[in-house]
């Protein structure tokens, strides 16, 4: 079956950093293009960065840009958040998922960040 495993939260302090990772299976890895999601307390999921499926092509929010990196690997089945410059509001849940996350409909537990001094 289709699951996500999200790793590499923690506590940091504001100005710190963290790199997320993601272990995919259950389906073809390098087929999809891939995205990464927080969820604030209390807030609906939103998509915080994508990448296309050949790695050569991302985006992201405005509030990350030039702070977070996506990557993919795409030989491991693996997704990769590079967050650098955290700050307190990016305290959340952060999950990864297909792009198109509705045609699975699973989700991870997810990897908690928490920006604090």
């Known amino acids: 079956q289709v699951q996500f495993v999200e790793s590499g939260g923690g506590l940091v302090q504001p100005g710190g950093s963290l790199r997320l990772s993601c272990e995919t299976s259950?389906?073809?890895?390098?087929?999809?293009?891939m995205a990464w999601y927080r969820q604030f307390p209390g807030m609906e999921r939103e998509q915080v960065a994508e990448i296309d499926k050949g790695g050569i092509n991302t985006d992201s929010v405005d509030s990350v840009k030039g702070r977070f990196t996506i990557s993919r690997d795409n030989a491991n089945n693996k997704l990769y958040l590079q967050m650098n410059s955290l700050q307190p509001e990016d305290t959340a849940v952060y999950y990864c998922n297909i792009r198109a996350w509705r045609y699975f409909n699973v989700w991870g537990r997810g990897a908690r960040v928490t920006v604090s001094s």
């Open positions: 259950g389906f073809t890895f390098k087929q999809y293009p």
